[in-house]
């Protein structure tokens, strides 16, 4: 196993290697441990990260079945009170390092080196913590960052930058998956040219690849905005992102398998995120940039739907109870709620009902057939 490894399998042949970085303890940050840093930009602890980073290390061990089989997944996490990685098949309790700057540096050079065995290799990153951007530059800070007064963004990663010299590695399947803010920074507009470490050098004299690298990137937001954690628990778009990766971001439109695509999965998170928008008290949305189809799951069968149910004009789904009914047969019910009635059903024909007990609007039923992976069924009431 690698030095910050925590699952690995022997694969004959090409192998997906996955690098997972949780930082949630910033020592140097408001709240934190150590000096502050004078350019803190009021950035301070975080407790959703490192959960959604174990959220996903876990998920991607049980669960992912890509065309490409699984080899290793390496978890870095910073947490005010560390404790094992629960590996989710053994059940053993895996020691997990800090995701300091150097160890990050270092798990950086060793995943990529699994993805330099040959152009088959896949690679993923995910990273969750804090983001600071100034237009489409993006730093991801590591633990100690601000730990240097007179060099913080060393403790700092220059994302464009690495994800650029990427193409120079031999596998040609990267995904990337950003949860982190895109807030623009001064620390970032008065550094220059200064984005943090770069890891890899981008050497434009190298030869082009003999194929071209499809390398898709997903974010937690949009440039300029910030992301949604939750605390204690993992963020508002890691949650949607492994409902996506379960099977609301796959489609069959080829007649084949149901398969996730960087295009659906994109899809549905920002579906899924916009359910919560009514707690949050604004819309989040994600953002991506896909470069070239990649099959990211292979489903063994078709998944079940998610349909959402809410009222036109959607002020009224507040008030409403929900119900849905197979045949005559009450399947689910709602009471009144703020955000939009999302309930899981398979393929079938089903009638939905809303309900005012405050008379504020008439009942209102729709008959309608549903189908995986995502449906939206509105109710038009009237007062």
């Given amino acids: 196993m690698s030095e910050f490894g925590v699952h690995e399998a022997h694969v004959d042949g090409p192998a997906a290697h996955v690098l997972v970085i949780g930082v949630g303890n910033y020592p140097h940050l408001l709240g934190g441990s150590g000096p502050l840093a004078a350019k803190h930009g009021g950035l301070g602890q975080l407790t959703s990260c490192p959960e959604s980073a174990r959220a996903f290390a876990a998920w991607v061990i049980a669960e992912l079945d890509t065309p490409v089989p699984l080899g290793s997944v390496t978890l870095l996490l910073s947490e005010a009170d560390p404790s094992p990685f629960l590996h989710p098949t053994t059940g053993a309790r ?10 990050v540096e270092t798990a950086l050079l060793q995943w990529r080196a699994r993805g330099d065995a040959g152009a088959g290799e896949r690679l993923v990153l995910f990273f969750s913590g804090h983001g600071i951007a100034a237009g489409a530059d993006l730093t991801l800070l590591a633990e100690d960052y601000g730990a240097k007064p007179h060099n913080a963004l060393d403790g700092a990663v220059d994302f464009r930058n690495l994800v650029a010299a990427m193409d120079q590695c031999l596998a040609r399947e990267q995904l990337y998956f950003v ?4 807030v623009g920074s001064l620390a970032l507009l008065s550094a220059g040219s200064n984005n943090g470490r770069p890891i890899f050098q981008q050497d434009l004299l190298a030869p082009a690849q003999p194929q071209m690298r499809r390398a898709p990137v997903f974010y937690a937001a949009l440039p300029g905005t910030s992301a949604y954690g939750t605390p204690g628990r993992p963020s508002v778009f890691t949650r949607a992102l492994l409902a996506g990766l379960q099977g609301y971001g796959a489609d069959d439109f080829d007649g084949g398998d149901w398969q996730v695509t960087p295009s659906r999965l994109q899809d549905a998170v920002e579906v899924l995120m916009a ?5 949050l008290g604004r819309l989040p949305v994600p953002a991506a940039e896909h470069h070239g189809r990649v099959v990211i799951r292979a489903l063994a069968q078709a998944p079940n739907g998610l349909t959402i149910v809410e009222c036109d004009p959607r002020e009224a789904t507040a008030a ?3 119900a849905c009914f197979e045949n005559d047969l009450e399947r689910a019910r ?3 709620a703020k955000r939009a009635w999302a309930v899981p059903l398979p393929e079938g024909r089903y009638r939905f009902v809303a309900e005012f007990t405050d008379g ?3 009942r209102e039923e729709v008959e309608r057939r549903v189908h995986p992976p995502l449906m939206r069924i509105p109710l038009r009431v009237r007062p």
């Fill in 334 to 336: 709602r009471g009144p």
């Fill in 360 to 362: 504020s609007f008439r």
């Fill in 179 to 182: 949860d982190a803010c895109r």
């Fill in 275 to 279: 359910l919560e928008a009514p707690d």
């Fill in 94 to 103: 895996v020691a997990v390092a800090r995701a300091s700057a150097d160890n």
């Fill in 320 to 322: 409403a109870s929900f």
